[in-house]
């Protein structure tokens, strides 16, 4: 039996055996679809109400092969007017059919996202699924990364830029209807994508969560972005609560575009008026594989980013003498010909680096099979800051740093991605087998800093070792078209994933407690060899305020060998799903998946669907589901000690496994599958040139996995055994707090979508109006799901704060209103976004603030200086909007975060201006 990795080469070429015959009694349309510049590649070519369909090849042309019968054809592109056409074919009769597209003041781009069976347009679709057109966006608006456009055009997506949050600074954590960065599945071409190997574990959105780096996808080779706003586990597998993101790669031929996009913050809150200055050069071309419409398209981009700062200079104490504490920050300033702006640390984007390429390729076979590939190479490179450590602080060596240290964090991003498939037809069953592989993998670097349990002879720069996760996912998938009543559309497939998570150590000083350590050894140098021992003799000299120094890299202490791991597990699954039409009114669907992994056992989910047309323009359509979401690997192993602050107070926090021994004092149970139930009811309208849709849902998550808040022992006399015992394992672990992932809690999210489009001819120009809007409320309901061991604590397990951070730190509402108009050379774009309000707390009790509801404007205007260049200018944010000041002076860190840095708006990096040029050939 061939390995692992070589079977899915092997069933290909299985498959490559049994490609089936066309039918001998038999008829053909073909044709050529082009629009007013040439050829179109990708459109799409669909006998309605059959399983039937093509696409144009780098040419233009398509060839279509059917039963003799009467049909309608649409074909449809995105962007341009879709044509319906009425054919008669008889047996052995050859149609050509040519047809030339206009563009589209509207889009109502045929999609196959949540449903595995025939393409519909967005008002058909039985679930609510948007389309993005990102080729338009990005020569229109000022964002350039996924993340950020999908931010600002889909309302129920939120992301936000995060800052003093190790590698989340470098990853976007994003939520699809108010749900964590892991209950939204995002895929390829249709196929899974894996997920970043970075846990996030510091205070931001999305905490202990482990979401899907779409950034590392540049958009040059992106055509669009269809969102399912529903949940689909039974249809996609786990992490399909929210809905799926599916990401359609560009597959154009034989046309050069760079894109060339500059800007930066004008503000006057930046220093000298400007900072976070922005460089992005994208380029995508494609060339035609043979003669039969085969292609192969490249889409890269190299992007840097500066980082912004919005802090304020320290307000507080700056230089101390001890014992006694008498401030002498006045003549500390004087003394070394500082001001109070040299204190002070960087709150904002962080500075990135990166180069992404991507490509897409296709090579016909007979009888309309086809192999593909596609999958990328991405890098970046952040630079994030900490927190200013003083001169006088404890973490400080003054022979080192006299006026004390902004440590950083470097982080190296390596991303991989590779898809193989064939499809074609098995007698009248479309088959599909794929294999896609992934990996992500961090390097983080910690610079500016110190080991201060070294005193004068540490380091300043540490390598601090990393993550990496490894996900390859096979898939074997069928579906025809069956005479039943109007036609009965079965699917049904299986699924093989296998995943590594691994954590590599750092070197020994970014992580060893120098004051407190046992020599085991030397090394090939013939330096000594530590190890923590808290039992070891104390060799820390104490700090000038008056407490031992802490050993390890400041800000991120390396990972520890005991932290490092290799861990594995793999799932399979096997799937059906169905939908009836009982008439060209009414459809009823329903999918069924059974998944086991062999970590967590077995689940069935299922769902149903239906949509039934009140007339040719409106619909009513709904759906009722249950889902999962196996943990991660990443929140089964990890394991790392940083220092966090609470309340502007440092910790050094260990986060611990749930099968470690300080999980056991605690009686932290062993990590369970999420469970979910979610139904949704809407109308959508298409009524001439106006579309819409409304959608309601719900969405129940039981034994939902949180990253607790902290724990800490006691080495009081009068401690208990357990305290004194865990007091112990953090000293060895390099910290004084403990925290864990724990199914803590059961939440439920209600909300309601409405999306609103107009497309018309005004004048010699198009305009086209977009207004959508979300409303959402997640809460988290019944006790939380304390141990017995913790009964009384229950406050420590999951806060008060992380219930704001699960519920309140990402808008509620969201409303965007995009308008747009172009005329021959010019195009004039303007979008307005209502972001809601967020909130915040901490665990002071005494600190609960309302940040307000904010409007955001972008404006954009471009012109065609020739035929195939193009220049635009325009902003972001171009009233220079900020959130509000955070009130509480104790939660700004002594000015250091002016604005919250726990609820997620739009970011507080104010006015953002553009230029881009466009060269397309």
Known sequence: MPTPLL???????CLL?????????????????????????????????????????????YTLTVAPGSYTISISYIGYAAQHKTITLVSGQQLELNVALSESATINELVVLGSRNLPRTQTETPVPVDVIDVK??????????????LNYVAPSFSSGTQTVADGTDHIDPASLRGLGPDQVLVLVNGKRRHNTALVNVNGTFGRGAVGTDMNSIPTAAIDRIEILRDGAAAQYGSDAIAGVINIVLKSTVNRLSVNVTTGANVTPKADNGIDGQTVQTAVNYGLPLGEKGGYINVGASFDYRNYTNRSGPWVGPIYKTYPGGIDRTDSFLVANNITRNDIRMRAGQSRLRGSQVFMNASVPLQNGAEIYAFGGLGYR???????????????????????GFLPQIHSDIYDRSLAMGIRGHLGEWKVDLSNAWGQNEFKFTVANSLNASMGKSSPTTFTAGGPVFTQNTTNLDF???LEVLSGLDVSFGAEHRFERYKLIPGSVNSYTDYGRASQVGVDGQGNPILVPDPQGPINTKFGPDGTPRPGGAQVFPGFRPENAVDATRSAIATYVDAELNFNSRFLVGAAARFENYNDFGSTLTGKLTTRYKLSEQFALRGSASTGFRAPSLHQRYFSNTATLFVDGQPYEVGTFTNDSRPAELLGIPKLKPEKSKSMSAGLTGQFGKFSLTVDGYFTRIDDRVVYTDQFSGSNAPN????????????????????????????????????VFSYGTKLGEGNFRADLAATVSNTQQVGPVKASPKLVGKENIYFSRASRIYLERSVPREKVNLTL???IRKFNAFV???????VEEATVDPNFYQTYHPKVVTDMAIGYKLIKALKISIGSNNVFDIYPDLVKNPNNTNNNQFLYSRRATQFGYNGRFLFARLELNL
């Open 831 to 837: 979008r307005n976004v209502y972001f809601g309000s």
């Open 7 to 13: 079977r899915p080469l092997f069933l290909w070429a």
């Open 820 to 822: 747009s108009y172009n």
């Open 17 to 61: 055996c049994f490609v089936g015959q066309a039918r001998s009694q038999t008829a053909t349309i073909y044709g050529k679809i082009t629009d007013s510049k040439g050829p179109l590649q990708g459109v799409t070519v669909h006998l309605e109400n059959t399983s039937k369909g093509a696409y144009t090849n780098s040419t233009g042309n």
């Open 479 to 481: 579906s025809r078209r």
């Open 381 to 403: 490179n952040g630079e994030a800051a900490g927190v200013y450590r003083l001169p006088s602080d404890s973490r400080n060596i003054i022979d080192i740093y006299p006026l």
């Open 719 to 754: 401690a208990s055994a357990t305290d004194k015992e865990i007091y112990l394992l953090l000293q060895q672990a390099n910290a004084n707090r403990a925290a864990f992932f724990a199914n803590a809690i059961n939440s439920e999210t209600k909300g309601i979508d409405l």
């Open 136 to 149: 338009r966006i990005v020569s229109d608006a000022p964002q350039v990364t996924i993340n950020q456009i």
